[in-house]
């Protein structure tokens, strides 16, 4: 495969994956997004602060130290910078532009080496490490429509 043709599949993967984020917030019934069904789960709110959060944790191991250069603070760590839905999507979007922004800069070299070891993972390289990011977006999207589901099912839009 060419390297145009890889960071194109690249880009395609993190589209689907963000597209399937966006479409359960948009087709799912209102809920509140504050609202968790236990203490240990995360509200929908605090699920978006963390794929943002991973969305730059992910740069970082990409990109490390191109990554940190102009950073906003985390939203997982300092929810008060996206307290609402909409300013976490357009954090959203500005971290998906910077992790697009990385990707551009990369050398075919540089999609194909080992990106460094997570703790009790395989060794991957970066270009497995961008579809890692495009598969938590999709992950997070089935737990905000379980949260979603949950929340209507006990009838909390009712009240």
Request: with cysteine; charged share 30%.
């Amino acid at each position: 495969m060419d390297f145009e043709t890889k960071k194109q599949g690249i880009r395609r993967c993190l589209e689907i994956g963000r597209r399937e984020l966006l479409l359960v917030l948009d087709e799912a019934p209102e809920a509140d997004v504050h609202w968790t069904p236990s203490p240990e789960t995360r509200s929908i709110l605090q699920t978006l602060h963390h794929v943002i959060g991973g969305e730059m944790w992910w740069q970082d191991v990409i990109a490390a130290e191109a990554a940190a250069q102009g950073r906003k603070s985390d939203p997982e760590a300092h929810p008060e910078v996206c307290p609402d839905v909409p300013s976490a999507l357009r954090r959203l979007e500005e971290e998906r532009e910077k992790t697009l922004w990385i990707l551009e800069g990369l050398t075919d070299a540089e999609l194909d080496a080992d990106g460094p070891a997570q703790a009790d993972r395989p060794t991957y390289s970066i270009e497995e490490y961008f579809h890692w990011l495009a598969q938590h977006d999709a992950w997070h999207a089935g737990q905000i429509a379980y949260v979603q589901t949950l929340w209507e099912a006990m009838g909390k839009g009712r009240e």
